[in-house]
C-alpha cells in the first residue's frame, strides 16, 4: 500500500490496523537534542483516546505510548523515531456479520474495488484508529514548534447546527466539556442535540477550527507546496474530513475585493502587519506573519445502529445493521488529530524553508570558527 507516508524532510510514516495486534508510527528527519518524553507524547494521546465519555466508543484503551528508538537520555538522537502503542482490548467478532456486507458511508466497498481484499474488523487502515499514529507524530513536531514559538490550538467550532458564540468564547473552557468547546452554553446544546441523535438510532458531524500562531512569515513555497495546499492535503487526509476552508473560505466567494483585501500597515519596531486577516494567514501560499485560521468539517459517523439498506460481495440487495461500539461523533476526538496534521505540515515546511535564502545558508556555514566544529 502507499501513500502510508507525509512530509519531505520531516518524514511520517504510519502503520497498523484498528484491529491487529498496535499501530505506530515512524518519524524521519527530527533534528537531535529536542527533549522527549513518553510522557509528552501520552498527554496529546489522552485527549484522542476512547471511552472518555458517553460521546465517545466504549471501546476501553489505555493508548500507552511507547518509544522504541531514536531517544537516549532524554533526548532525541537525530535518527528515526519510532513509537507503537498496542491494541488491547478488540472485538473482531463484533464485525463478522459484515464480512460479506458494504456499510455504507464507509470505505468498505472502495478497499474491496482497490485490492480484491479488505481487512473488515473495523475497517483495518481505514479506521479512525489510524490517527493514533498521527498523533504521536504531532506530539513531537508540536514540541518543536514550541522550541520556536510557535503554537496549534484546535477545538471544536461546531455540532450538528450547534456553533460557539465569538461573544462566549474561552478557551480555558474547551477542556473542561466533553464536547472540547470553547463555549460552555452551545456545549450543552450540542450535548441535548447529540443525545436526541443517539436515542434516534444516528450520529452528528461537525466543524473543528484550528489556529496557528507565531508563525514568522516567508514559511511555505509558492506553487505546488502551498503552506494553504499542503494543510489542506494533510487535513482532508484525515478520516470523515469532508471540507476545508482557510481564512474566510467559502465566504470570500461572497465579499468583495475592498472588503476581502487585508491592508497592511507598519506596526512596532517597524514590522509589516495586516488590519483584518481574511486571508487566514497565508498569501501566494505563504505565511504572511499573521495568525494561521483554517477549518476543517467532519461528516457523521458512518457507524450507525438503525436499519440501512446496501449490497453485499455477490451482488446481492441486502440490509445491515451494524454492532459494535461507535463515536455517535467523531468532532471531540479529532480536535487534537488536526492539531497533529496543522503541527507536521509546519515543521516540514519550516526545515524546507531553511535553504530559501543564500544569505541566511551563508550565515549558518560562514563561520569559521565553527566550520572547524563540523
Not at 337 to 358: C, G, K, N, Y
Request: one cysteine or more; glycine letters at 12%; aromatic letters at 8%.
Amino acid at each position: 500500500m502507499a501513500g502510508s507516508t507525509i512530509g519531505t524532510i520531516f518524514r511520517v510514516s504510519t502503520w497498523g490496523e484498528s484491529h491487529g495486534r498496535g499501530v505506530g508510527v515512524v518519524i524521519d528527519g527530527c533534528p537531535a537534542g529536542l527533549e522527549l518524553s513518553e510522557e509528552d507524547i501520552q498527554r496529546y494521546l489522552d485527549r484522542r483516546k476512547p471511552g472518555q465519555s458517553r460521546f465517545a466508543t466504549k471501546r476501553q484503551e489505555a493508548d500507552q505510548a511507547q518509544i522504541l528508538s531514536g531517544v537516549f537520555e532524554g533526548k532525541t538522537t537525530g535518527t528515526p523515531i519510532s513509537i507503537l502503542v498496542l491494541n488491547t482490548d478488540q472485538r473482531s467478532r463484533d464485525y463478522s456479520n459484515i464480512m460479506d456486507v458494504y456499510r455504507p458511508g464507509h470505505a468498505d466497498y472502495t478497499f474491496d474495488a482497490k485490492y480484491g481484499f479488505r481487512d473488515y474488523r473495523g475497517g483495518g487502515r481505514s479506521s479512525g484508529r489510524e490517527t493514533i499514529a498521527r498523533v504521536a507524530a504531532g506530539a513531537v513536531a508540536c514540541k518543536l514548534l514550541e522550541s520556536l514559538g510557535i503554537e496549534v490550538t484546535a477545538y471544536t467550532k461546531s455540532i450538528g447546527p450547534w456553533e460557539i458564540s465569538p461573544d462566549r468564547f474561552d478557551l480555558e473552557e474547551r477542556d473542561r466539556n466533553r464536547l472540547y468547546m470553547p463555549d460552555a452554553q452551545t456545549a450543552a446544546e450540542a450535548e441535548r442535540y447529540l443525545e436526541e441523535k443517539m436515542a434516534q438510532m444516528d450520529s452528528a458531524g461537525g466543524v473543528v477550527e484550528c489556529f496557528i500562531d507565531g508563525l514568522m512569515p516567508g514559511i511555505g513555497e509558492p506553487v505546488f507546496d502551498k503552506l494553504d495546499s499542503l494543510l489542506a492535503k494533510a487535513v482532508v487526509s484525515i478520516g470523515a474530513v469532508k471540507g476545508f476552508e482557510i481564512g474566510d473560505g467559502f465566504e470570500a466567494a461572497k465579499a468583495c475585493g475592498s472588503h476581502n483585501n487585508d491592508p497592511f500597515r507598519v506596526g512596532h519596531r517597524g514590522r509589516v502587519i495586516k488590519t483584518s486577516n481574511h486571508a487566514g494567514g497565508v498569501l501566494g501560499g505563504i505565511s504572511d506573519g499573521g495568525r494561521i485560521v483554517f477549518r476543517a468539517a467532519f461528516k457523521p459517523t458512518p457507524s450507525i445502529a438503525r436499519t440501512q439498506s446496501t449490497v453485499n460481495r455477490q451482488g446481492e440487495n441486502v440490509d445491515i445493521q451494524i454492532h459494535g461500539r461507535h463515536d455517535p461523533v467523531i468532532v471531540p476526538r479529532a480536535v487534537v488529530v488536526v492539531e497533529a496534521m496543522a503541527a507536521l505540515t509546519v515543521v516540514d515546511l519550516l526545515f524546507q524553508s531553511m535553504t530559501s535564502r543564500l544569505d541566511r545558508i551563508q550565515k549558518f556555514f560562514g563561520n569559521n570558527e565553527e566550520k572547524n566544529s563540523y
